[in-house]
């Protein structure tokens, strides 16, 4: 069992950025692929970013490649989700999740634990 808690969303304005945190407790957190999911209202779920479990293989959504950089820190049992140069379209709650896997994947439904998500919203 994994739980999982996000932080760090907030109101921002376009072009600025944040800082979005994902702590971890329970098992081992170096044994679970990392990612990162957004939801808008109205919207499905969505795949934003995902690291392995050393950090060797990390993927991005098209929409974010280049302004999200996703990290984690295994000792701190936490990963992060720096997003930059951020757009109104980029509004939504973001969640972390947890794979217990080896390989790198971006369906939501492969996840097997949810942070309650954090909200941003990115003001034009």
């Known amino acids: 069992q994994v739980q999982l808690v996000e932080a760090g969303g907030r109101l921002v304005q376009s072009g600025g950025s944040l800082r979005l945190s994902c702590t971890a407790s329970?098992?081992?957190?170096?044994?679970?692929?990392m990612g990162w999911f957004r939801q808008a209202p109205g919207k499905e779920r969505e795949f934003v970013a995902a690291?392995?479990?050393?950090?060797?293989?990390?993927y991005y959504a098209d929409s974010v490649k280049g302004r999200f950089t996703i990290s984690r820190d295994n000792t701190k049992m936490t990963v992060f989700l720096q997003m930059n140069d951020l757009k109104p379209e980029d509004t939504a709650v973001y969640y972390c999740?947890?794979?217990?896997?080896?390989?790198?994947?971006?369906?939501?439904?492969?996840?097997?634990?949810w942070g309650q998500g954090t909200q941003v919203t990115v003001s034009s």
């Open positions: 999740a947890a794979d217990y896997g080896i390989e790198v994947r971006t369906d939501s439904y492969e996840y097997d634990y």
């Open positions: 329970g098992r081992t957190f170096s044994s679970y692929v």
């Open positions: 690291i392995s479990r050393r950090s060797y293989t990390i």
